[in-house]
C-alpha cells in the first residue's frame, strides 16, 4: 500500500494502542493525516478499534516483550507500507494491585520491566533503520511515578524511571536522524466513554489539579503529536510532562 495515497505520506506505529491513551494518539494522528498501525495484544478489540477508526488504520497483534513478534511487526509495517517514521512506545503494564515488596514476586518484576523497559528498546533497535531513513521520531509513553510513588509500586516505577534513561540515551545514539523524547502524564482520565458515564470524577478530583481538571487521551495525544512533528525538529532527549501542574505542587498535611 502507498501510504502517501492515504494522507500526509507518513507513517507511524502506535503500541498499546487498542484502548486509552493509545487509542487517543492513534485517533489524533490520523486526523492530522498519519497512516496509523496499531499494535497490541488485544486481537479482538484492536481489530475493532482499527475499523472505526478508518482506512488510514491498521492493525497488528504484538507482544512488545518478545523480540521475535517485535521484529515480526516491523517487518509487516514496511511490507505493507514500505516505510515508518515515527515510533510512539505506549504499550505498558501498570497492574493497580499494587503488592508490598515482601510479597514482590520476582516473575512478576520481571514481566513489567519486560513490557514497560524492554519492550520500547526492541521497537527502538528494530524500527531505528527506517526512522533513520525519513528523519523520522520515537516518542516513549513514561510517567510521572518515575520521579514520585506510591507505597508498593515499585516494579512500575522503576520501569518507568528506566525509560526516561533510555530515552535520553537512545537520543544520543540515533541523532541527529532520529529525534526521541518521553511523555509522562499524570492522572489521565483514560477509562472508556461508558465508564466515565457510570462513574464520572468528582469536583475534587478535578479542582486538586492546578490547572482546575483532571487530564484527557487528548491532552497526551497533542503532545505525542506534536513531538512527532517537523515543529519538534530542535527537540530531542527530553521528557514532557503532562499532568496539570501536579506534580509541581507542594502538598502537607495541615
Known amino acids: 500500500m502507498d501510504a502517501a495515497a492515504t494522507g ?3 507513517v507511524a506505529l ?15 494522528l490520523i486526523s492530522e ?13 484492536g481489530s475493532k478499534v482499527s475499523k472505526v477508526l478508518g482506512d488510514n488504520a491498521w492493525f497488528i497483534t504484538m507482544d512488545v516483550a518478545d523480540e521475535k513478534q517485535v521484529a515480526q511487526g516491523v517487518a509487516e509495517v514496511l511490507g505493507q507500507f514500505g516505510r515508518l517514521d515515527a515510533l510512539v512506545c505506549n504499550a505498558a503494564v501498570a497492574d493497580p494491585r499494587n503488592m508490598t515488596l515482601e510479597s514482590l514476586d520476582l516473575a512478576y518484576w520481571n514481566r513489567i520491566l519486560a513490557v514497560n523497559l524492554s519492550g520500547p528498546m526492541l521497537l527502538a533497535k ?14 516513549n509513553l513514561a510517567s510521572t511515578r518515575a520521579r514520585q510513588s506510591e507505597p508498593n509500586t515499585e516494579a512500575y516505577a522503576a520501569s518507568k524511571g528506566g ?8 537520543a544520543m545514539s540515533l541523532g541527529p536522524e532520529v529525534r526521541v523524547n518521553a511523555v509522562s502524564p499524570g492522572w489521565i482520565d483514560a477509562r472508556d466513554p461508558a465508564a466515565r ?9 478535578h479542582a ?4 482546575g481538571r483532571v487530564g484527557t ?38
Not at 525509560?163 to 537512545?170: I, K, N, P, R, S
Open 197 to 205: 458515564r457510570a462513574e464520572p470524577l468528582t469536583d475534587v478530583d
Open 126 to 139: 528494530h524500527c531505528a533503520p527506517y526512522l533513520r531513513a525519513h528523519g523520522g521520531a520515537i516518542v
Open 163 to 170: 525509560l526516561l534513561a533510555l530515552t535520553h540515551a537512545l
Open 14 to 28: 502506535v503500541t498499546g494502542a487498542a484502548r486509552g491513551i493509545g487509542l487517543g494518539i492513534a485517533a489524533w
Open 33 to 45: 493525516g498519519w497512516q496509523v498501525v496499531l499494535t497490541d495484544l488485544d486481537r479482538e478489540r
Open 208 to 211: 486538586q489539579h492546578p490547572a
Open 8 to 10: 500526509n505520506g507518513r
Open 217 to 254: 487521551v487528548e491532552d497526551v495525544a497533542a503532545m505525542v503529536a506534536w513531538l512527532l512533528s517537523r515543529q519538534a525538529g530542535f527537540v530531542t532527549g527530553q521528557e514532557f510532562v503532562v499532568d496539570g501542574g501536579m506534580s509541581k505542587k507542594m502538598i502537607y498535611s495541615e
